[in-house]
């Protein structure tokens, strides 16, 4: 826990020395399209103080930095930073999932992930890196480039390359579109230039849509699914993306699990003919 909090500090500390407390607040402020008046209200604090804040006219308290962090919805990493900067120490632990006070979160993980085969499920980390998945995975990966599962592999790059999932992929359009626009999110609430980086390299690969085609009209679906080729099959998926609730740690903060599900009935006997064996 504390070795790895040392290397945080350090990191943080560097960028601290050349970004002043006002000036990331105020960064964050914009980022969220925030005014000086709309933040101090939702924090209710004055907005001359925020303003006097911004400017370095005044030092906040370790309290008000983070009262303002909460309102701005900053991730728990770069609040430790802005409690650097401010010349405070940083209040949150990263720890490993592998460390000893992670054991619950850790089997928790694992039963979910048992508990949701014969359909596929992963844990992932803040740039999308694969954390953990069931056996079930194997349905959607079967037959990708081998290098795209080496660790640290990365999902949106295993779904989309072209020596990846896409080709098999029926909705590529459409189903990249999506996870584009959720990369970009990601991208802009976290203010993480990896995850730019990423969508930058992502955009490149052929048949990545950007932008959602339009819609035709039918309304057939409830759900976007993800429509792959499967031998002579079709199979269908939709997920769902969940948190954990209440993080006080950087790890739980930044993790995120998936789930697939089948879209239809063909789909979810296929995946328990997997199981159940010739």
């Known amino acids: 826990m504390f070795g790895s909090m040392a290397v945080e500090t350090a990191v943080a500390a560097a960028g601290a020395r050349s970004a002043p407390i006002g000036e990331l607040l105020k960064t964050w402020r914009r980022r969220r399209s925030l005014s000086q008046l709309e933040l101090a209200l939702e924090a209710d604090v004055s907005s001359r103080h925020v303003s006097f804040v911004e400017t370095g006219r005044a030092r906040p308290s370790r309290g008000m930095v983070l009262r303002l962090a909460e309102h701005l919805e900053i991730p728990l990493r770069e609040r430790n930073r802005l409690l650097l900067a401010a010349g405070y ?19 928790a993980l694992d039963r979910f992930l048992r508990a949701h085969e014969p359909y596929p499920a992963v844990v992932l980390d803040r740039h999308y890196n694969l954390v953990s998945a069931n056996d079930a995975l194997g349905a959607i990966t079967e037959g990708i480039a081998a290098e795209l599962l080496d660790p640290p592999a990365n999902a949106l790059r295993v779904t989309l390359h072209p020596q990846g999932m896409a080709p098999r992929i029926l909705n590529l359009s459409e189903w990249s579109a999506h996870l584009m626009h959720r990369l970009r999110r990601q991208a802009a609430l976290r203010a993480d230039p990896e995850l730019d980086r990423l969508h930058a390299e992502l955009a490149a690969y052929p048949g990545v849509c ?69």
Not at 89 to 103: F, G, V, W
């Open 210 to 278: 950007l932008e959602a085609p339009q819609e035709d009209g039918s309304g057939s679906d409830i759900l976007l699914p993800l429509r792959m080729r499967a031998g002579d099959r079709e199979l269908a998926f939709f997920s769902t993306v969940s948190t954990f609730g209440t993080p006080v740690d950087i790890t739980l903060d930044e993790l995120m699990i998936e789930a697939f599900y089948p879209a239809n009935a063909s789909t979810a006997a296929h995946l328990l003919e997997g199981i159940a064996g010739p």
């Open 89 to 107: 120490a940083p209040l949150y632990a990263e720890r490993s999932l592998d460390e000893p006070e992670m054991a619950s979160v850790h089997q």
